[in-house]
């Protein structure tokens, strides 16, 4: 199979850590796959030519086309151009199959390629989640229902994705179909097995200290002020015990700063900024003991299985289709300041209650949420529209 991927940006996240699987498995069969987006030029000032997702690419072999005209932005010039170059690259590689993720692109594909081959959406949250702004939630539904007509299948990531697309009749059910993200189970579990059984031996001591981890970009609709917060507001011998780690970059950062500093909190919490993603996971696997992500509103977020699958216990705000993961026996939904503060109180005093919420987050990542599960259950998919 010829396959051609687009997606708005190039940067880490979570839609083009599914594309780079995708292009892995696709790849490892033998098939011919580009990749079209944005290069980040952010991470292009940083050294790091094209984003994260066009190493990626080149990496594994397969080919990148740049179209730095590709943005969150609606300025109708810079979508013409993005669509040109699109229409370019069509025509030069020829796929059998075209596959478009992230709302931008979905759109400006869609619109661009009318079907012409087989066209594929990957939704990866629709961009009129509630809690979306009021604008998007009223235009967004009635845009993806007009480039609905112009795809063979739309795939949701959740099945909460799946009920709002029913619900909002973006597409028929013909068209709709789930398949959940999937992330690599580590081989080894050395490190987070050591960590637990030195948590369950000794119980808490202030040598002892609680690890938790905070990943995602800081804007909204992520809320690390909440977990600052709640951690601020923790008794004061659990509170001497916690130790936060927030990776991620964004235009919250200085008002983030300020409220670290005005909770006295400065030797608690470490601000690393936005690191590589191969770093990120060696940190998480081999660090963190809790992991929190507090968000106004989600589509089914990789941060979240990523921990799992290192066998981290997860608390997280109950959204979009966060509930599918974060069931009971694998962590902790929480709705308000309070209920983080209990979550986080509950979790941080019972080490055996670590432990178990951990393995079995591992396990439920294996059984339902592998890479291998998602990239067979796409090829089925693509296969059956070819």
Known sequence: MKLFFLITKSEAGGAQT??????????ARGDDVAIMSAPSFAEASEGRPGGWLEQEVHNLGAKFFPNPSLSNSANPLRLWRASRALSCAIRDF????FACHSTIAG??????MRNRIPTVFTAHGWGFLPGAPLLRRLILPILERVAARFCSRIICVSQNDLALARRHRIAPECKLVQIYNGVEIPSSESQRSLRSSSDSSVGMTMGNNINIFFIGRLAPPKDPFLLIRAVAQLPIALRDLVRVTIIGNGPQMPALRDLIRESQLENHVSLLGALPRVEVLRRLEQEADIFVLISHFEGFPYSILEAMARGIPVIANNVG???????????????????LVHALTRIIQDPAERLRLGAN???KSQNQFSVETMCEKTLEVYQSLI
Do not use: C, M, Y
């Not at 599914?18 to 790849?27: E, G, I, S």
């Not at 020829?94 to 199959?97: E, G, I």
């Not at 759109?107 to 661009?112: K, M, P, S, V």
């Not at 289709?321 to 209920?339: C, F, P, R, Y």
């Open 18 to 27: 599914h594309v780079a699987q995708l292009t892995k498995f696709f790849v």
């Open 321 to 339: 289709g966060i509930k599918e993961a974060v069931t009971t026996n694998v962590g902790k939904l929480v709705d308000d300041q309070d209920s």
């Open 107 to 112: 759109l400006l594909g869609r619109f661009t």
């Open 361 to 363: 987050a591992r396990t």
């Open 94 to 97: 020829q796929p059998d199959l």
